[in-house]
């Protein structure tokens, strides 16, 4: 494993609410991440899909991650937008964010989620947001 993914990794870990998710970060380079989320019966809203929340939480660290490599630093989302364009249903959803853009102090990313079945991709959301550096170096904070 890279240094880059280890680190992601290790900081994904300190996020409690990551960790109740059951979040896992696979990819992380200096302008892309990837973060999966298993879909269970205790994230689901009232109609049998996965709640919007997890899929929105999945796009937004992905999309973090994504402007924190990009910016090399401690960073927030400080501007996000996602639309909703299938239930989100299967075994498991992926998070995939790139930068589109990254200056010194922001960065702006674009995120697709899928649901995944039966090793099939579905594309349940897109989402864009703004990346904001809020520290000196490291990314969020660690070097």
Known sequence: ???MLAMGKQILAMQPF???LGAELTDFSEKTAELRVPIRKDLMQQHGFLHGGVVSYAADNALTYAGGGALKSAVLTSEFKINYVRPALGEYIVARAKVVY???TQAVCRCDVFTIKDAEERLCATAQGTITK???SGINGMD
Do not use: E, R
């Open 102 to 104: 990254a200056g010194k």
């Open 18 to 20: 990551s960790v109740l």
């Open 134 to 136: 809020i520290g000196k």
């Open 1 to 3: 494993m890279d240094d």
